[in-house]
């Protein structure tokens, strides 16, 4: 049997554990963001990491080669989900139960890639490049007098996702 849980503000989601204490979806997502009545969601690969993505949402990547306020598209993507919780099957008491099913007869289209979506292009513009806080790296060796302190900055771009199609 297939776990559910009462998640994203009131939508029964299929669930299961990785064994780290996080819910993720059976599709093998972490658990991090509410949904919407109507909602667009992609997971795209980026500088080696994923990153569920909406319509409209500014998050930090790794540092890409674009200037402040280019436009572009992430090619990569490995899921699109479009839900629209408005239709979802409720309950006698006005409460949305069932589960998020990969069809488009209740107002939803799930698609996972294989490893990636052919046609599934996500627009994105770029707000900021800058560099993260400063982390210090210390390396001490006790009685042998040895101590370096170096510093670093990782670089990163903020965008802003403008549309998913």
Request: aromatic share 10%; net charge positive; no cysteine.
């Amino acid at each position: 049997m297939i776990k559910t849980s009462k998640l994203f503000g009131g939508f029964y989601l299929p669930l299961s554990s990785n064994g780290l204490g996080h819910h993720v979806l059976n599709v093998g997502i972490p658990v991090r963001i509410w949904l919407r009545a109507y909602m667009t969601l992609a997971v795209i690969k980026t500088g080696g990491k994923q990153y569920i993505v909406s319509e409209g949402q500014k998050f930090k990547i790794e540092k890409l080669n674009q200037n402040e306020g280019d436009e572009f598209e992430f090619d990569k993507v490995l899921l699109f989900a479009n839900i629209d919780s408005s239709r979802q099957p409720v309950s006698p008491e006005g409460t949305p139960r069932g589960r998020l099913e990969p069809s488009t007869s209740n107002g939803q289209e799930i698609k996972i890639g294989q490893p990636y979506l052919d046609g599934i292009k996500v627009r994105a513009k770029v707000l900021k490049q800058g560099r993260g806080e400063k982390k210090i790296v210390f390396r001490f060796m006790h009685k042998t007098r040895y101590k370096k302190k170096k510093g670093h900055r990782q670089f990163f771009t903020e965008v802003e996702i403008l549309s998913i199609s």
